[in-house]
């Protein structure tokens, strides 16, 4: 049981790259979610997820996009990277019980 | 909208006292409230809830919180603080009302245990 995974660690974009952080998890859980961090911020929320098929907004959605074709999967997708998407990736998956499930996290640098 | 206010960046204590790391809340609704840590370079983890009951909680690690509704609050305290319980500290909040699912979090409290 291996919980929630992110891939990758680490990753460094140059201004207008793209590219697709994974989130994958096991528990079977409907709910899932993608935050950033950044230093004296908080968490914020970007997307979540209540079930396959199904996303919606949070508070900072501008400049990423998200899918959900199965229940495990959650990847998010930042198109044109820009200076202010430096931050860390948490995804994180909400069973029955309340409970978030966070992966590692992504630190990603658009330089 | 629902959200959640941790008024102090940090906290500092002395190991073998007693900590209290705030936390104030706002929604609708019908609050869900958390208390998650985070250790350097890691992942969230779950500490506690309080869903309904109780106003006080107990969770992981020695740790509790008081639900106080006439103030709004989910105060994290623990009655004996270790060095190993330095770390950032979030309270994260859910209305649980009209079908909302967004968590949201506040800015964290950084807890520094001095030995």
Redesign the interface.
């Known amino acids: 049981n291996a919980g929630v995974t992110q891939t990758p660690k680490f990753r460094i974009l140059k201004i207008g790259q793209s590219m697709t952080l994974q989130c994958t998890q096991d528990m079977n859980h409907n709910y899932m979610y993608w935050y950033r961090q950044d230093p004296g911020m908080g968490l914020k929320l970007i997307y979540y997820s209540v079930g396959a098929g199904i996303t919606d907004k949070g508070e900072v959605p501008n400049g990423y996009n998200v899918s959900r074709s199965t229940t495990e999967d959650f990847p998010l997708r930042l198109e044109l990277a820009a200076p202010s998407q430096t931050s860390v990736y948490f995804c994180a998956s909400r069973g029955k019980n309340e409970k978030l499930f966070f992966g590692s996290g992504t630190q990603l640098s658009v330089l | 909208a629902q959200s959640v206010a941790?008024p102090e960046?940090q906290v500092n204590v002395a190991e073998g006292n007693p900590l209290t790391v705030k936390c104030t809340y706002s929604v609708s609704g019908n609050p869900?409230l958390?208390w998650?840590v985070q250790y350097p370079n890691?992942?969230?983890?779950?500490l506690l809830?309080y869903?309904t009951g109780d106003n006080l909680v107990k969770g992981s690690y020695g740790f509790e919180a008081e639900f106080n509704k006439s103030q709004t609050s989910f105060h994290l305290k623990k009655p004996s603080a270790l060095v190993s319980d330095s770390a950032l500290y979030?309270c994260?909040v859910?209305d649980n009302s009209g079908g909302y699912?967004?968590?949201?979090?506040?800015?964290?409290t950084k807890l520094q245990v001095i030995p």
Do not use: E, N, P, S
């Open positions: 941790q960046d869900y958390f998650y890691r992942g969230l983890q779950f809830k869903i979030f994260a859910r699912q967004k968590v949201t979090f506040g800015t964290g």
